[in-house]
């Protein structure tokens, strides 16, 4: 185990290709999925908190629902309407890192939506009642409580960018974990351990932990910066 | 300042059944009552956060201005959610010299005790101009030298702007130092209207008479 982590670290300080090629493909996937699971869900998550209107007890419903959605029910969704005998074999998605971020948007989107709607229902009683009793019409109504929300989005994006990368089922299935093309870390790291190359394995390991933390540590400090 | 009748149903269960009542323009009413009397949702129907039976508005027309007992503190300093509701510079330095909020200008309103929250709050809704203002127990949170400040600042925009006030306490010295008039509820009605001097010494119903008793007056 130890001389496995201290390969690993050689590895990921010797720059390898292979290991680059993993990271950025990583890194383009969760970025982005979970940069458009943010900008659909944040206003949608907004609207379900604090808008109260027929239907809307059944899309909450809906909503925590497709938030426990198990990932490899998704991947498999997608593998069926994408295949070669799906409805939507023409458009050469599967095997791609379009579908592999299409995936994930559609299973980080309703944690976002979820999440904003949780917040933005407790406060906007409270904020709508100081906000109509002062006088503020709808739109001025709207930008306080968006004004409001500035810190739960952060939260939000931390928990959809921390899925994207950790996730695993979903992108196996569309992806296929194809080497130089479709392979994150964590599909790398499963076919590594597979075949019994640990210190990949642990490398990929030590890098997605380090990868999180970054994120986390630049998010945290932007966040204290914002609240001074 | 007329307010039409109308009722007022939770889940069945009749809450409020105000008749045809009038304010004393630019004058401040008191309502006074025991938990559960009402006032608040007199208040909150009259200021249009919450909808009479029917859907009716007992007050059409009236540029309404309302206090909630918590009031919602925004995102952004003391200063910034005072001038939030427009006014001048001079006039919002003012409020807060008086509520001795100066020094919390710059500050985050989040970070504001609940008595500095209300009187921030208080600032906040005395900076717009309304025909009605409907105030609901605005300084129950406040300290007494507070108290008195907030009344004074009361009174003085009242006789200044001729804006009718509509104040809910729980204070019966507080409408005693502050209102023209009083309207004292009792399950969800009003049982007694008039002169604050009036209906405070020499209540005319018993029912008021027995809540006036347990104040000792």
């Excluded at chain 1, 929300?149 to 695993?168: D, H, M, T």
């Excluded at chain 2, 630019?26 to 909808?51: D, M, Y």
Aim: glycine share 8%; with cysteine; net charge positive.
């Amino acid at each position: 185990m130890g001389s496995s982590i201290q390969k690993a670290i050689a590895l990921i300080l010797s720059a390898d290709r292979e290991l680059l090629n993993i990271l950025g493909a990583t890194a383009r996937v969760s970025l982005t999925s979970s940069v458009i699971a943010l900008l659909i869900g944040v206003p949608f998550g907004i609207a379900l908190g604090a808008c109260r209107f027929r239907g809307r007890g059944a899309l909450v419903v809906i909503n925590r629902t497709l938030m426990g959605m198990p990932p490899v029910v998704c991947g498999l969704l997608f593998y069926m309407l994408f295949s070669g005998v799906g409805p939507f074999r023409h458009l050469k998605l599967l095997f791609t890192v379009k579908l592999m971020i299409i995936a994930q948007v559609v299973l980080i989107t309703p944690i976002v939506v979820g999440n904003m709607e949780t917040y933005v229902a407790a406060l906007a009683p409270s904020l709508r009642e100081t906000a109509r009793g002062l006088g503020f019409g709808r739109g001025k109504r709207f930008l306080l409580l968006v004004n409001e929300c500035v810190y739960p989005i952060f939260s939000v994006y931390l928990l959809a960018f921390a899925r994207a990368i950790a996730e695993v089922g979903a992108v196996s299935m569309v992806g296929g974990a194809i080497a130089w093309k479709t392979n994150v870390m964590t599909t790398a790291i499963m076919q590594y351990t597979n075949r019994g190359n640990f210190t990949l394995g642990i490398a990929l390991g030590l890098i997605l932990m380090a990868l999180s933390l970054l994120v986390n540590v630049a998010l945290s400090l932007l966040q204290r910066r914002l609240s001074r | 300042m007329r307010i039409a009748a109308f009722t007022k149903t939770y889940k069945g269960r009749l809450v409020l059944n105000m008749p045809e009542t009038t304010l004393a323009d630019g004058k401040i009413t008191a309502v006074i009552g025991a938990n559960g009397s009402g006032k608040s949702t007199l208040a909150r129907v009259l200021s249009g956060i919450e909808t009479a039976d029917r859907k009716l508005h007992p007050l059409s027309g009236v540029a309404v201005g309302y206090m909630p007992q918590k009031s919602y503190a925004f995102r952004m300093s003391t200063e910034r959610n005072i001038a939030l509701n427009g006014g001048d510079a001079a006039r919002r330095e003012r409020l807060m010299n008086a509520l001795r909020l100066q020094a919390l200008g710059k500050q985050r309103a989040k970070k504001l005790s609940g008595g500095e929250t209300a009187k921030m709050a208080l600032a906040r809704i005395l900076m717009g101009r309304y025909e009605l203002l409907i105030l609901d127990e605005p300084t129950a949170a406040m300290d007494m030298e507070s108290t008195l400040a907030a009344e004074c600042l009361l009174a003085d925009y009242c006789r200044e702007s001729g804006c009718t006030v509509l104040l809910v306490t729980h204070s019966i010295q507080q409408a005693r130092r502050l209102a023209d008039e009083v309207i004292f509820l009792h399950k969800g009605e009003p049982v007694e209207q008039g002169e604050t001097s009036t209906v405070l010494s020499t209540p005319a119903q018993p029912l008021t008479r027995r809540f006036l008793e347990f104040y000792g007056l």
